[in-house]
């Protein structure tokens, strides 16, 4: 298995510009996770999915933050208009079953940098 | 108070020696816990699980568990350059229903 893929893999653009990421998940898994991740916050659950379905989106910062899974083996997390405070690396991650046990995979990551 | 606390380090050791990693939780309704090793400019990946209070060894990876005490610990027996890494834990709460993770402690792994 190719394991989680993300892309793009580095992505810079302007403050007020829409950015979308994209993750595919490790095939088979059903649960899919949106973390981001900075010096100063660490690692921060954004949103996860079960079977498609937003299970828990608290972690969402604000509603510029936008996510979707339309089916098994797509999500987009979507930032509109996008702020310099939301530069950081954003990871996807997937896990078969329940999280509380099984091992969460994560992707490489795509480092987003708003100017 | 964040629901998971790390030592931010850096820690150093020498090669060979026993490296020590400790975390705290804030949520008594946290079950599992997980420790990460993440390489700059990489993705975390899991090294161990635990879920019951005592030790858990796996290879030179020894996870402890103290439930009474929220506290969680992660020994690397024989270190070697190849450690050297920023270790995550994480904590899945019943509570919530989620993940939280630390921010991590540097380790370096010195020759």
């Known amino acids: 298995d190719a394991g989680v893929i993300q892309s793009p893999r580095h992505e810079v653009t302007e403050m007020g510009q829409e950015v979308t990421l994209r993750c595919k998940p490790i095939s088979g898994h059903d649960y899919l996770f949106w973390y981001r991740q900075t010096m100063m916050r660490g690692l921060e659950l954004l949103i996860y999915?079960?079977?498609?379905?937003?299970?828990?989106d608290s972690g969402m910062p604000e509603d510029r933050f936008s996510a979707k899974m339309p089916n098994a083996s797509f999500s987009t997390l979507k930032i509109q208009p996008s702020e310099p405070r939301d530069s950081a690396v954003y990871f996807c991650?997937?896990?078969?079953?329940?999280?509380?046990?099984?091992?969460?995979?994560f992707g490489p990551g795509t480092r987003l940098t708003v100017l | 108070q964040k629901e998971v606390e790390q030592n931010s380090g850096p820690l150093s050791v020498p090669e060979g020696a026993i490296a020590s990693l400790n975390c705290t939780y804030s949520?008594?309704?946290?079950?599992?816990f997980f420790w990460y090793r993440q390489y700059s400019g990489k993705s975390p990946e899991l090294i161990m699980f635990?879920?019951?209070?005592g030790d858990k060894e796996d290879g030179r990876f020894t996870a402890q568990l103290n439930k009474a005490s929220q506290y969680v610990s992660l020994l690397i027996r024989d270190s070697q350059p190849s450690d050297s890494a920023t270790y995550l834990c994480a904590c899945f709460s019943n509570t919530g229903n989620q993940f939280y993770f630390g921010t991590g402690t540097s380790l370096t792994v010195i020759p």
């Open positions: 949520d008594r309704g946290s079950q599992s």
């Open positions: 999915f079960n079977n498609n379905v937003p299970i828990d």
């Open positions: 635990i879920y019951s209070n």
């Open positions: 991650a997937s896990s078969r079953g329940s999280g509380s046990y099984n091992e969460q995979f």
